[in-house]
């Protein structure tokens, strides 16, 4: 097995940014650092490729030299957490907007062109019809943001029936139904995935169906193993290991059918694990590191 390095491999991503909570975070492990200039240098310490960029924080980023740090230390800008809610109310939804523009041209000029959001696989108040077609409208209200300042979004689905099964409606928890939201939205190629192996697994999606995206829809990849004795219907959403853990999820042929698809883009750990949370920030970071490392070996010619 030969690995694969150098630019032309997928890239790994240091997130540090906050834990879910208004539905606009990057993907997470556990610890949160609102200091730019340390996550950078942690992720310079610790070899990864890229880190994802908080601008909620309230940290104050000086763009310039943002610009600078990132260039002193090779990282790559790889996403940021989108700024406005599309499950809230009208009023906050337009009252955000503004807030969304002014950080995707802060991010262009970082050379950050990727937000993330994921989309909550239910709801209690709307059904299926009604929110797809609201999301749909708040998304064709992003595009031209998204075309001004050329960064394109990534929609996270959630997989397991577990966060399903005891909701009044359900919502959008599948590749297709992200494509047909984005295809409803006319964001095709601004609009793509953020595809958690989990979400893939569990939501019961195959290789074929990475075979069948076309590659503009790959945006970003988080890893992670499920844990055993379970299957697609009960494995839990909020209980993961590292990736290569268990050996529950197929993260060896979930990375190939990425690579000759030919996806090079930012690679994450999302672990979701109380183990990872409880360590020292420094262990934790090279841990999700050396974790990321492995998988990446899977990659081969």
Request: proline letters at 4%.
């Amino acid at each position: 097995m030969k690995t694969l390095i150098g630019k032309f491999v997928m890239y790994t991503v240091l997130n540090l940014t906050a834990p879910i909570a208004n539905l606009n975070h990057c993907g997470h492990i556990g610890h949160t650092v609102n200091d730019f200039e340390k996550i950078c240098y942690l992720a310079h310490k610790y070899q990864f490729e890229g880190i994802n960029i908080d601008f909620n924080a309230g940290n104050n980023l000086n763009i310039s030299a943002c610009k600078q740090l990132l260039k002193q230390l090779n990282l790559k800008p790889a996403s940021f957490g989108i700024s406005v809610n599309l499950f809230g109310s009208q009023k906050e939804f337009e009252e955000n907007l503004p807030l969304f523009e002014l950080q995707a041209k802060e991010a262009q000029e970082i050379g950050c062109n990727l937000t993330l959001c994921y989309l909550p696989p239910f709801s209690n108040d709307r059904n299926f019809n009604d929110l797809f077609i609201q999301t749909s409208d708040r998304l064709g209200k992003l595009k031209p943001i998204l075309q001004k300042y050329d960064i394109k979004i990534g929609l996270e689905f959630i997989g397991p029936t577990e966060t399903r099964r005891s909701t009044k409606y359900d919502f959008i928890h599948t590749i297709d139904g992200t494509r047909a939201l984005i295809a409803s939205a006319g964001l095709y190629g601004y609009g793509g995935l953020k595809l958690d192996v989990h979400h893939w697994q569990n939501s019961g999606a195959g290789i074929l169906d990475i075979h069948h995206l076309d590659l503009e829809y790959i945006l970003y990849v988080e890893l992670n193993d499920g844990l055993p004795g379970y299957d697609m219907f009960n494995i839990p959403e909020f209980e993961r290991e590292l990736p290569l853990t268990t050996g529950v999820t197929k993260i060896k042929d979930f990375l190939q059918a990425l690579y000759q698809k030919g996806y090079r883009g930012p690679v994450a750990v999302e672990p979701w694990n109380q183990k990872i949370k409880n360590m020292p920030l420094e262990e934790a970071v090279k841990t999700v590191k050396q974790s990321l490392d492995r998988c990446l070996c899977f990659i081969k010619e």
